[in-house]
């Protein structure tokens, strides 16, 4: 009843701040901390396995489904900067200060508290930049960001209590555990993408396949967890492989899917953070219990909150330094003379083989820099990790385990409250625009199109000449020059059909010209696919334009009828 009580509270103030124009986590946020202090409230806790294994997976396969696994690898560089070498230097610098500054902590705990503080939450800041126009490329790294960063903080942070319990892992070696986790979440992700995808082609029933598909990351991240392996990389590996191939699920599967799959964002985000404000009074409570000395502690959590504040600006802002050093160097070896002829020799041997010619990517804009180094908000990771920290160590109570669990919520509370209010304002300031980014988008719009045109062009002729399955050859030649109108001109189509007599459109006929429809628009997506894997249009335009053929095909499926 708890848990009914809270997700349809959260939801309510979720759709309160939509209307409002307000930040809807921020809002959750402050509004269950401050009912956390209701007198006689009891305490709603989950077990972070359940944190885990239930909320987190389907937030990250969400996530994984709709992100372009080619813009993941266009911007794998920045991606795996933020995701994994910062998760690294935050966990290590932030372990060394509480080891430094909190008395009586060693080294190892410490390290349990940065681990736990490492891993940021994109929800809120890709919230804000849905909302303020966000460049592709600035959503795109903060997306990636998130799906990798999990996986390697959970990791350091099963090394590190493993080093302040004594416990063994399944591999002594840091380093070998660490690849090990890597490379079993990828394989074990994509080995059960591909059997699920092969199930999905053999059902041929949008509600089973959808249904199904809500198991997947759950499935992925158990199955990967029991093998020792990273379960939130086996996730999101999963998503990846779905989501590229699921122009060969049924347009029903794919409708239903995204509505699905954005109704589930909405439920789980909503909890997460009414989750983190309702339990501020316990925390506290529990903290209290140790007789802590509150202003000692005030002192503690403040100097974390502003280390875990500044290593993010300060890392994204000397590796965009390195960059353009780098790309600077890249220009001038560019220009010598040997290196210009291999270049452009390359470029011929890509243009002969009919691949587009892939030009280096432009390194960070400072203004890109700068909304990166502010979208650093801690969310349910840090409270799931923070929860995992085991009571027990060998027997005896973990090192200043409250001490730890507090800390890491006042941090993941203070990045909250102090940069999800602050991040759009920063944009504005910025006035952060792409032209060049529009440019290309526009271009690659206008291309898709072309494809789409030439491709119902072809698919037109092809059944006129040889008939699919399903169609009366009598009806085709009879809308022969309907069809082909129709073909060009698919805005169209459903004024032609409208304009045929009702008593000459027989049950044949409307069998035909529906069998005929389905062959002109399966050919679009097969045309746009291949475009697509062929890296000439960008994999956003592509899932736009999939997506409106998916409503085309509905609306023709449904008028049939």
Excluded at 52 to 74: E, K, N, Q
Excluded at 294 to 305: K, M, S
Excluded at 495 to 511: G, I, K, L, T, W
Excluded at 512 to 531: F, K, M, N
Aim: glycine letters at 6%; charged letters at 20%.
């Amino acid at each position: 009843m708890q848990l009914l009580l809270v997700v349809v509270g959260a939801i309510a103030v979720t759709a309160v701040a939509n209307r409002k124009g307000l930040q809807p986590s921020l809002v959750v946020v402050m509004l269950a901390a401050a009912i956390s202090f209701v007198p006689g409230l009891p305490r709603f806790e989950l077990p972070p396995a359940l944190i885990l294994g239930v909320v987190l997976p389907p937030l990250l396969y969400s996530a994984a489904l709709d992100f372009s696994f080619v813009s993941f690898m266009r911007n794998l560089r920045p991606i795996l900067s933020l995701g994994v070498a910062l998760v690294i230097v935050s966990t290590f610098l932030t372990g060394v200060v509480a080891w430094w500054i909190v008395p009586g902590l060693t080294l190892a705990p410490a390290l349990v508290l940065g681990s736990v503080v490492a891993p940021t939450d994109a929800v809120a800041a890709l919230s804000v930049g849905r909302q303020l126009g966000l460049p592709k490329k600035v959503m795109a790294i903060l997306t990636g960001e998130s799906l990798v960063n999990d996986a390697a903080a959970l990791t350091f942070f099963s090394l590190a209590v493993a080093a302040a319990t004594g416990e063994h892992t399944v591999v002594e070696s840091p380093q070998l555990l660490f690849l090990y986790e890597v490379v079993g979440g990828v394989l074990i992700g994509m080995v059960l993408g591909g059997v699920v995808h092969w199930i999905r082609q053999r059902l041929r029933d949008s509600g089973l396949e959808t249904a199904f598909s809500l198991v997947v990351p759950f499935a992925a991240y158990l199955l990967a967890e029991q093998l020792h392996a990273s379960g939130v990389i086996a996730v999101v590996m999963a998503g990846f492989f779905l989501g590229h191939n699921e122009a060969d699920a049924g347009f029903g599967t794919r409708l239903q899917g995204r509505q699905v799959w954005k109704s589930m964002d909405v439920l789980l985000e909503s909890f997460v953070f009414a989750y983190m404000g309702l339990q501020c009074r316990f925390v506290f409570a529990d903290l209290a219990a140790t007789g802590v000395e509150w202003g000692a502690f005030v002192a503690i959590a403040a100097t974390l909150l502003f280390v875990v504040l500044a290593v993010r600006p300060l890392w994204i802002f000397l590796t965009y330094g390195n960059d353009r050093l780098f790309h600077r160097w890249r220009l001038r070896l560019a220009n010598r003379p040997a290196v210009a002829r291999r270049l452009a020799a390359r470029a011929a041997r890509q243009r002969a083989a009919g691949r587009p010619e892939r030009t280096p990517e432009e390194p960070l804009s400072w203004k890109y820099a700068a909304v990166l180094s502010w979208s650093g908000m801690r969310g349910v990771v840090t409270l799931a990790a923070a929860a995992g920290v085991p009571a027990l160590a060998g027997g005896l109570s973990f090192p200043q385990r409250d001490l730890i669990q507090a800390l890491a919520f006042v941090i993941a509370l203070g990045t909250l409250l102090i940069q999800t209010p602050t991040l759009p304002l920063l944009i504005r300031r910025l006035h952060i625009s792409a032209p060049e980014e529009q440019r290309r988008e526009a271009e690659g719009i206008r291309r898709a199109h072309e494809i789409s045109r030439e491709a119902t062009h072809q698919a037109a002729r092809k059944v006129l000449e040889s008939p699919p399955e399903g169609a009366d050859p009598g009806v085709l030649a009879q809308y022969a020059d309907k069809l082909a109108a129709a073909a060009a001109e698919r805005r169209k189509a459903d004024d032609e059909d409208d304009a045929v007599d009702s008593a000459v459109m027989s049950d044949s006929a409307r069998a035909t010209i529906r069998v005929v429809r389905q062959e002109l628009l399966a050919a679009q997506r097969r045309a746009l696919v291949r475009a697509r894997d062929n890296w000439e249009l960008d994999d956003d335009v592509v899932r736009r334009q999939l997506e409106r053929l998916d409503l085309e095909e509905a609306a023709a499926d449904s008028g049939s009828r």
